[in-house]
């Protein structure tokens, strides 16, 4: 089940990983990832706003799909001193958070993956979002790539390499 916690996990392995090659993929960078990992699920809100007598899905229920999300990251980079750096790893997250997702049988029929181009909506029923494997297997993966993350951080520590 793609939940906050499978998003965080696997955008933060996803970044661990990249930072063995690029310098670019340090801890600030990370969170901007993560971050971004979850801006689609930011329409959720409505959840909280359904318990105080407000249906707002129509209006936040574009914040689920590619063209919403981006359009987040693009004002949420808005704040940083480097836009497109900040931009170009909210986008990573969000792409994270995507390609997640379409892993899941959706009740609904699907995403709209590709909207507005086409209206189709997509989905690979690999897994249904009550199936807890997908988070279990990204811990264990997540637990993975710290302990190699550590081990190569050692021998950069005492081997330093530019």
């Known amino acids: 089940m793609p939940d906050w916690v499978t998003h965080i ?15 670019e993929f340090n801890a600030a960078n990370t ?3 993560i971050t971004g990992a979850l801006i689609p699920d930011i329409f959720k809100i409505v959840i909280i706003l ?21 359009i987040v990251a693009g004002m949420l980079s808005l704040f940083f001193p480097e836009r497109k750096k900040a931009f170009l790893f909210l986008g990573l997250g969000v792409l994270t958070h995507y390609v997640l997702d379409s892993s899941l049988e959706h009740v609904s029929g699907g995403m709209y993956l590709f909207f507005p181009l086409n209206w189709l909506q997509w989905q690979l029923e690999l897994t249904t979002s009550s199936d807890y ?11 993975m790539v710290y302990i190699i993350g550590r081990e190569v951080d050692r021998r950069r520590a005492i081997i330093p390499h530019d």
């Open 133 to 143: 494997m997908i988070t279990l297997i990204a811990l264990l993966i997540a637990g």
């Open 50 to 70: 359904q318990f105080i007598g407000i249906d707002a899905t129509d209006y936040f229920e574009i914040l689920h799909i590619p063209t919403g999300s981006v």
């Open 9 to 23: 996990v696997v955008a933060w392995t996803l970044c661990r990983i990249l930072s063995f090659k690029f310098k």
């Open 31 to 33: 969170l901007i990832v």
